[in-house]
């Protein structure tokens, strides 16, 4: 069953939609719809669970689940063919996108994401963290999270940013952020989809990411045939917040290479 989802949708010209990561909401990108929306409609959805989207009881938040929830977003808004990008959980749910819908797909967006699923530890840390986060809400695991997302420049030089994404995780709901834990913990592997993609594709990473390495993103580059990867230098986890200008080059070139 899909979900109605909270989003924005600005600008206008050839439509791109952008997914946020965990346990965030669409406003971390609001640094690349302030640039995009002279030339594009950029649509950013609250993933289920998340931002202003609410979560129905007993809901699952599985990456396929959230990719059906985008698709049927673009069917009420009745566009067919998309360019699709994420951040880290919004580029898992960008592949089951791709998995699910690669017809409407013009364009895939992989900023500090992976195709892997999670290992068995990974797995155990996940359903650890639901645990915290049912008995002492988003706090219970906000500083945990904080710490793996920025590089050392940004953590020196932008309190500013540091005390806006504490303030973001802090608001997520805890059944949300529960429900999408469990979720990324059961994503299947897509790294049997690298050489199918056919479409287009750029893939950025902060090259200080302590959640998805370099070498995640170099992989992804050498199997995605004609794949463009741009490393940003002193970014982490969230480069598109912490390098708005680098991001922002990097995606406009990309999508100029589309003719978009
Ligand atoms: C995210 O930013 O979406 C998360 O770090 C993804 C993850 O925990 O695998």
């Known amino acids: 069953m899909s979900i109605d989802l909270a989003y924005d949708d600005k600008g206008s010209g050839p439509p791109i939609v952008l997914l946020h990561g965990f346990p965030f909401n669409r406003s971390i990108w609001d640094e690349q719809v302030a640039v995009l929306t002279d030339r594009y409609r950029v649509i950013t959805p609250d993933l289920r669970g998340m931002g202003e989207t609410p979560l129905p009881a007993d809901c699952a938040s599985e990456m396929t689940d959230m990719a059906r929830d985008v698709a049927a977003l673009l069917d009420q808004l009745e566009i067919r063919r998309v360019v699709i990008g994420g951040l880290s959980m919004g580029g898992y749910v960008a592949f089951a996108f791709y998995r699910l819908f690669p017809l409407r797909t013009r364009g ?29 809400g ?118 100029r290479t589309l003719n978009a």
């Open 108 to 136: 895939l967006i992989l900023a500090d994401t992976r195709p892997q699923a999670d290992t068995e530890e990974g797995r155990a840390i996940r359903l650890q963290q639901v645990e915290r986060v049912k008995k002492g």
């Open 138 to 255: 988003m706090a219970g695991i906000s500083e945990v999270l904080l710490e793996k997302l920025f590089s050392a420049k940004t953590v020196q030089h932008r309190p500013e940013l540091v005390s806006r994404i504490r303030e973001m995780i802090l608001s997520t709901s805890p059944e949300g952020a529960a429900a999408a834990l469990i979720g990324m913990a059961a994503r299947m592997d897509h790294s049997y989809l690298l050489p199918q993609v056919l479409c287009p594709a750029l893939i950025v990473v902060g090259s200080e990411d302590k959640i998805v390495s370099v070498s995640d993103a170099e992989l992804m580059h050498r199997e995605i045939r004609g794949s463009h990867l741009t490393v940003i230098e002193d970014a982490g986890h969230v480069s598109n917040l912490e390098s708005p200008d680098e991001f922002n080059t990097a995606l406009l070139e990309f999508l």
